[in-house]
């Protein structure tokens, strides 16, 4: 069983929140690997329903808020369709995964969480105006 830390950071590489999942599998792809990053994160917001989220991406009727989200008002976050959201924003390069020192690319590529028990997450910021 493997112990995976899921890690944000600024696309400058500044740490912007940490934390740790043990008993997983030794492999596993990069698609579970963001769903379950979500439902986590989901299952600690639904545990104390706020009207803020902090999460990988953004939920349905949201704003953007620095570090975070804003919803209109306190509820509960459905983490399957969360998961969904995060889905297509990795393909549209709305962040991207490190595993260890390299860049994931694939949804469905295998990431070996022995060898690379560090995933970071980088979300990237539109620029305004271009």
Same mark, same amino acid.
């Given at each position: *069983?493997? =112990?995976?830390?899921?890690?944000?950071?600024?696309? =400058?590489?500044? /740490? $912007? =929140?940490?934390?740790?999942?043990?008993?997983?599998?030794?492999? *596993? =792809?990069?698609?579970?690997? @963001?769903? $379950?990053?979500?439902?986590?994160? #989901?299952?600690?917001?639904?545990?104390? /329903?706020?009207?803020?989220?902090?999460? $990988?991406?953004? /939920?349905?009727?949201? +704003?953007?808020?620095?570090?975070?989200?804003?919803?209109?008002?306190?509820?509960? @976050?459905?983490?399957?369709?969360?998961?969904? @959201?995060? +889905?297509?924003? %990795?393909?549209?390069?709305?962040? %991207? #995964?490190?595993?260890?020192?390299?860049?994931?690319?694939?949804?469905?590529?295998? #990431?070996?969480?022995?060898?690379?028990?560090? $995933?970071?997450? @980088?979300?990237?910021?539109?620029?305004?105006?271009?």
């Amino acid at each position: *069983m493997a =112990t995976v830390t899921f890690r944000d950071e600024t696309a =400058t590489g500044k /740490p $912007l =929140t940490e934390w740790e999942v043990a008993g997983l599998p030794e492999r *596993m =792809t990069v698609r579970e690997l @963001i769903r $379950l990053r979500v439902r986590e994160e #989901v299952a600690r917001h639904n545990a104390r /329903p706020s009207d803020r989220f902090n999460g $990988l991406v953004r /939920p349905d009727d949201a +704003e953007m808020e620095l570090n975070g989200y804003r919803l209109r008002e306190p509820r509960r @976050i459905d983490w399957e369709r969360q998961a969904e @959201i995060a +889905e297509r924003a %990795f393909l549209a390069n709305g962040f %991207f #995964v490190l595993a260890g020192d390299r860049q994931v690319e694939d949804l469905d590529e295998v #990431v070996d969480l022995i060898a690379d028990p560090d $995933l970071v997450f @980088i979300k990237l910021v539109a620029l305004v105006g271009g």
